[in-house]
Nanobody, 124 residues
Framework: QVQLVESGGGLVQAGGSLRLSCTAS????????MAWFRQVPGKEREFVAF????????YYGDSVKGRFTISRDNAKNTVYLQMNSLKPEDTAVYYC?????????????????WGQGTQVTVSS
């Protein structure tokens, strides 16, 4: 089993930046792909960003392309989400996810392990 813990959320003004971190523990050797999702009340969990095991392949949701960057440090079992040019519509709970699969996966149901989430609030 893999445990994921997110950190780095908070309150920021529109146009500002935040960096989220997600550290894995447990059976970390089983982790291949990792991703970030976000969710607001009453809506489905939305795909934000994906990264392959090596970090060589990344993929982004349309709403964050050019503003967010996903990266990972396998030595630290940590994945990051650098969020720049934040907008009020980026306000959500951000979740980290991991899976043993290979290939680009962007559907929430395809991920086995999830963190507890971290709140990001962007004020206008």
């Amino acid at each position: 089993q893999v445990q994921l813990v997110e950190s780095g959320g908070g309150l920021v003004q529109a146009g500002g930046s935040l960096r989220l971190s997600c550290t894995a523990s447990g059976r970390t050797f089983s982790i291949n792909v990792m991703a970030w999702f976000r969710q607001v009340p009453g809506k489905e969990r939305e795909f934000v960003a994906f990264i392959s095991r090596s970090g060589g392949i990344t993929y982004y949701g349309d709403s964050v392309k050019g503003r967010f960057t996903i990266s990972r440090d396998n030595a630290k079992n940590t994945v990051y989400l650098q969020m720049n040019s934040l907008k009020p519509e980026d306000t959500a709970v951000y979740y980290c996810a991991s899976d043993r699969s290979v290939g680009i996966i962007t559907k929430a149901y395809e991920y086995d392990d999830w963190g507890q989430g971290t709140q990001v609030t962007v004020s206008s």
